[in-house]
């Protein structure tokens, strides 16, 4: 499993500048609404200092880190799930994404114009998530009808599919997102997964700020954001997408340089991906050899088998053991074979569940 993130918002929130940054795959950016029509799509890797400390060991012949998707999806506008703007279109490209980053704009320019005139975070993130409810309750009230039917002649199942589809069509007429009500029953999870439901979707939202707040980590306009987030139960990063895109054209010791002048650990690009990898669950482990060294990226909580499969389905049937090394091992005695003869490398079975960092050797019969 990768990331697949859909980037959100409503026109001129800067989300194209900060989607061009991030990947430095050049979608236009301008100061017109729907200057994304079709959505850009941009691959980046994941930024990880693990694969760099193996590479350096190994020195291979090919490097493969982990890869996001990152996709930046046009405008949403009020009036989206009756297909204003670009309606329906914008709304199916959010449903093949894995998870949201709305971006919202905190910042004012005079020479920037806000679609609805004045900024205000709380308003416009509340305007994309009552444009996926009604699009959800579009999805609900087509298979409550269709359950409602089939339980009318005593199908049970259909029955508890229909009692499912109208406890969510009550929670999102409320208000409420489907994401609030997944675990609720075997049923409503069913219903949820079937539909593809947009408000199930991991969210976070992305504070774009001028540079000159940076200093301060955001300004009252993300503060009032930050406190809805909490809320919500979801997070909020903040970054300047005038920043990220200059540290995009940056050499990475002019980027390291630019970052140290604004007080940042990071670039928005690393903070991204790691609150997308939070949001999903997500972890990495290593396979490392002198031909290749790899980055893969798992869900959290799987056992070996299941991360041999994320490598080949034939290593998952055929899976016997894995033998595995804790990256901070790896760290501690500098190469594999030093922790081999330290006793840290250990040889694990299928109910192993496979740690964030592991380096993995497995050995499988197909």
């Not at 589809?165 to 208000?175: D, F, Q, V």
């Amino acid at each position: 499993m990768s990331l697949k993130c859909g980037i959100v918002g409503l026109p001129n929130v800067g989300k194209s500048t900060i989607f061009n940054a991030i990947t430095n795959a050049g979608a236009e950016a301008a100061n017109y609404p729907f200057c994304t029509i079709e959505p850009n799509v941009g691959m980046v890797s994941v930024p990880d200092e693990r694969l760099n400390e193996l590479v350096k060991v190994y020195n291979p012949k090919s490097i493969v880190p982990a890869v996001t998707e990152f996709v930046d999806i046009a405008g949403l506008v009020k009036g989206a799930s009756n297909g204003e703007g670009l309606g329906n279109k914008f709304l199916t490209h959010i449903r093949e994404c894995n998870a949201i980053m709305e971006v919202v704009r905190c910042f004012d320019d005079a020479d920037i114009t806000h679609v609805l005139g004045n900024v205000d975070p709380v308003r416009d993130v509340d305007i994309i998530e009552t444009e996926l409810i009604l699009k959800d309750l579009e999805s609900i009230d087509k298979r409550f009808s269709t359950e409602n039917k089939m339980a009318r002649t005593g199908n049970a199942k259909a029955k508890e599919n229909a009692d499912a589809c109208e406890l969510l069509k009550k929670g999102l007429e409320s208000g409420h997102s489907a994401r609030e009500y997944i675990g609720t029953s075997d049923a409503v999870d069913l219903i949820i997964q079937d539909l593809a439901l947009l408000t199930a979707k991991p969210i976070f939202y992305c504070a774009n700020i001028r540079e000159e707040d940076l200093e301060n980590k955001g300004n009252a306009y993300v503060d009032k954001l930050k406190e809805f987030a909490k809320k919500q139960n979801a997070s909020v990063v903040v970054i300047s997408g005038k920043i990220e895109e200059e540290l995009s054209k940056l050499e990475p010791a002019d980027k390291a340089e630019l970052l140290k002048d604004y007080g940042m650990d990071e670039s928005g690009l690393d903070t991204v991906v790691r609150e997308g990898y939070r949001i999903l669950g997500l972890q990495t482990f290593f396979t490392a050899g002198e031909k290749e060294c790899r980055a893969w990226t798992f869900e959290k909580g799987s056992k070996a088998p299941q991360c041999a499969g994320v490598i080949h389905s034939d290593f998952e049937k055929g899976f016997i053991r894995a033998e595995t090394l804790s990256f901070a091992d790896f760290q501690k005695y500098g190469s594999w074979n030093a922790a081999k003869e330290a006793g840290v490398v250990r040889t694990e079975g299928k109910d192993y569940v496979v740690q964030d960092g592991d380096i993995m050797y497995y050995l499988f019969n197909v």
